[in-house]
């Protein structure tokens, strides 16, 4: 009998496109962990972030709203701490929350409902990464360049290495101290790796484990004039219309990138098999997701910021053998779901009461092997654009529209590469007129473009104001009492090494 409520081990890649992954049909990449928790787990086939860019992802993933409305529109956003996240219905369900890792969050909160955060951050917490719609040909310095391409390779050691290696070492220190305690919660662990993010660099264990003719190079480039605006934008963003590339540096970035997957996996298979030494795996559901995808060279492009599919879907997977029977689903979902979906199964036998409905969906019809939803929705209003881009992407069909571009409308069961734009073709007139209408219904895209633009100004103000004189830093400086770990004079060595020791010794 699995139990009521269950404990939730979610495991985060970031910039992870599930393209490069086993199980969703990569010929090269080795990650065998993650296919093993595919094997017996439900695999969705088409499941997509909301926002392909690492802050309003993580943001629509944790509150379950689209960016426009929680004000989380880029990486220098502030998340809101009156917005309810699946960390709070968690945890007013009598849960243990916990988040060891990246999570990316701006401004004083850097908690949002997890009851611990093991680590910091490895990214800024405040204002400085604003971009300006208003001044879009000034390129910042934090802007994504090619240095990742064109430097990819080998490394001993790395920000990431040293990241990860860290956020994994105290998440599986905290799995054994649940596993030792006496805290009866069940508990929901997030742990978030930044890993295969770019810059595209990774040990030799890791890069060894591929070599350079397997390596597969992009299916589709695209000359300049047959990139769409937005695309366009994006290689100036980027310097990558000043920057080109050799093929050679092209496979090595992809190499260092599926090492980077192979570490990815091997870090996960740790977690696992500490989750099961722990005697907790049959009660935990463990999920597999990402923020965001990687072009990985696809139409010329690097990195995410578009709704083209190597940035914005995502691999999820949820394991509960002794809940759910291992299937796949084709049906279109997103981050947003997860959270209806973790406060539904945390509630137990009762239902989840929302301050504010979410705009995602429970997972729990498909998990279940019923009819449930095939729809996401999409927002983009970060650096590369120029106005907000909207998706939305039913059965066959996305549409991206945006007031300063044309419009977009791909079929992806017949075209997945995305090379055929359906909106100027008279016969698919009556699919993009209903989908016109839809987003007319659904946004006010002139307010929303104001409101981006007015916090993008009182961000700039404020990031300026906040360097002069005295700085004081929001980022998440982690507590740690040190004489209250291993042996202290305070307690009975022998009660000291009993408590730790695990199992313990009848």
Same mark, same amino acid.
């Given at each position: 009998m699995?139990?009521?409520?269950?404990?939730f081990?979610?495991?985060?890649?970031?910039?992870?496109?599930?393209?490069?992954?086993p199980?969703?049909?990569?010929?090269?990449?080795?990650?065998?962990h993650?296919?093993?928790l595919?094997?017996s787990?439900?695999?969705?086939?088409?499941?997509?972030?909301?926002?392909?860019?690492?802050?309003?992802?993580?943001?629509?993933?944790?509150?379950?709203?689209?960016?426009?409305?929680?004000?989380g529109?880029?990486?220098?956003?502030?998340?809101?701490?009156?917005?309810?996240?699946?960390?709070?219905?968690?945890?007013?369900?009598?849960?243990?929350?916990?988040?060891?890792?990246?999570?990316?969050?701006?401004?004083?909160?850097?908690?949002?409902?997890?009851?611990?955060?093991?680590?910091?951050?490895?990214?800024p917490?405040?204002?400085?990464?604003t971009?300006?719609?208003?001044?879009f040909?000034e390129?910042?310095?934090?802007?994504?360049?090619?240095?990742?391409?064109?430097?990819?390779?080998?490394?001993?050691?790395?920000?990431?290495?040293?990241?990860?290696?860290?956020?994994?070492?105290?998440?599986?220190?905290?799995?054994?101290e649940i596993?030792?305690?006496g805290?009866?919660?069940?508990?929901c662990?997030?742990?978030?790796?930044?890993?295969?993010?770019?810059?595209?660099?990774?040990?030799?264990?890791?890069?060894?484990?591929?070599?350079?003719?397997?390596?597969?190079?992009?299916?589709?480039?695209?000359?300049?004039?047959?990139?769409?605006?937005?695309?366009r934008?994006?290689?100036?963003?980027?310097?990558?219309?000043?920057?080109?590339?050799?093929e050679?540096q092209?496979?090595?970035?992809?190499?260092?990138?599926?090492g980077?997957?192979?570490?990815?996996?091997?870090?996960?298979?740790?977690l696992?098999?500490?989750?099961?030494?722990?005697?907790?795996?049959?009660?935990?559901?463990?999920?597999?997701?990402?923020?965001?995808?990687?072009?990985?060279?696809?139409?010329?492009?690097?990195?995410?910021?578009?709704?083209?599919?190597?940035?914005?879907?995502?691999?999820?997977?949820?394991?509960?053998?002794?809940?759910?029977?291992?299937?796949?689903?084709?049906?279109?979902? *997103?981050?947003?779901?997860?959270?209806?979906?973790? /406060?539904? !199964?945390?509630? $137990? %036998?009762?239902? =989840?009461?929302?301050?504010? +409905?979410?705009?995602?969906?429970?997972?729990?019809?498909?998990?279940?092997?019923?009819e449930?939803?095939?729809?996401?929705?999409?927002?983009?209003?970060?650096?590369?654009?120029?106005?907000?881009?909207?998706?939305i992407?039913?059965?066959?069909?996305?549409?991206?529209?945006?007031?300063?571009?044309?419009?977009?409308?791909?079929?992806?069961?017949?075209?997945p590469?995305?090379?055929?734009?359906?909106?100027?073709?008279?016969?698919?007139?009556?699919?993009?007129?209903?989908?016109?209408?839809?987003?007319?219904?659904?946004?006010?895209?002139?307010?929303?473009?104001?409101?981006?633009?007015? *916090?993008?100004?009182?961000r700039?103000?404020?990031? /300026?104001? !906040?360097?002069? $004189? %005295?700085?004081? =830093?929001?980022?998440?400086? +982690?507590?740690?009492?040190?004489s209250?770990?291993?042996?202290?004079?305070?307690?009975?060595?022998?009660?000291?090494?009993?408590?730790?020791?695990?199992p313990?010794?009848?």
């Amino acid at each position: 009998m699995a139990a009521e409520r269950p404990n939730f081990l979610i495991l985060m890649a970031d910039q992870m496109n599930p393209a490069a992954l086993p199980c969703y049909g990569h010929k090269v990449t080795r990650a065998p962990h993650i296919e093993a928790l595919a094997a017996s787990g439900v695999v969705f086939d088409a499941a997509y972030c909301n926002s392909p860019l690492c802050a309003p992802s993580r943001y629509a993933f944790l509150s379950g709203l689209l960016p426009s409305k929680t004000g989380g529109f880029d990486n220098a956003a502030e998340f809101p701490s009156e917005i309810p996240t699946f960390a709070h219905y968690l945890r007013r369900s009598g849960y243990r929350t916990i988040l060891s890792g990246k999570m990316h969050f701006c401004g004083a909160d850097q908690l949002h409902g997890f009851e611990e955060r093991l680590t910091t951050d490895i990214y800024p917490a405040d204002f400085g990464w604003t971009p300006d719609w208003e001044r879009f040909e000034e390129r910042p310095s934090w802007y994504h360049n090619m240095s990742s391409v064109i430097e990819a390779g080998l490394c001993v050691r790395s920000n990431q290495l040293d990241f990860d290696e860290d956020v994994v070492f105290s998440a599986r220190r905290k799995l054994f101290e649940i596993a030792r305690g006496g805290d009866g919660r069940p508990f929901c662990l997030v742990v978030s790796l930044t890993h295969p993010h770019d810059p595209y660099a990774i040990t030799a264990e890791y890069w060894n484990r591929y070599r350079e003719d397997e390596i597969d190079l992009p299916r589709v480039t695209l000359p300049p004039d047959r990139l769409d605006p937005h695309s366009r934008r994006l290689r100036h963003v980027c310097a990558m219309d000043r920057t080109p590339v050799t093929e050679q540096q092209i496979r090595n970035a992809r190499r260092a990138y599926y090492g980077a997957v192979s570490f990815v996996d091997d870090q996960f298979g740790l977690l696992c098999r500490s989750l099961a030494e722990g005697g907790l795996a049959e009660e935990t559901i463990v999920i597999v997701l990402a923020d965001h995808g990687d072009m990985l060279g696809e139409r010329d492009l690097w990195y995410k910021m578009s709704f083209f599919e190597g940035a914005c879907r995502i691999p999820l997977i949820v394991t509960a053998p002794r809940r759910f029977k291992p299937r796949r689903v084709a049906a279109a979902v *997103s981050l947003l779901d997860l959270l209806p979906t973790l /406060a539904e !199964l945390g509630a $137990g %036998a009762g239902e =989840p009461r929302y301050a504010t +409905p979410p705009d995602g969906r429970s997972l729990l019809p498909h998990l279940e092997g019923r009819e449930g939803h095939d729809e996401v929705i999409g927002e983009y209003l970060a650096e590369g654009a120029v106005a907000p881009i909207v998706m939305i992407r039913r059965g066959p069909y996305k549409f991206i529209h945006s007031p300063a571009d044309p419009d977009q409308l791909y079929d992806l069961a017949s075209g997945p590469d995305e090379l055929r734009n359906l909106a100027g073709e008279e016969s698919a007139r009556p699919v993009l007129e209903a989908f016109r209408r839809e987003v007319a219904a659904r946004w006010d895209l002139p307010r929303l473009h104001r409101d981006v633009v007015e *916090s993008q100004r009182r961000r700039h103000l404020v990031a /300026a104001a !906040l360097r002069e $004189g %005295a700085y004081r =830093p929001w980022d998440f400086q +982690p507590q740690t009492d040190a004489s209250r770990q291993y042996v202290r004079n305070n307690l009975e060595l022998d009660d000291i090494e009993a408590a730790a020791r695990f199992p313990r010794v009848s």
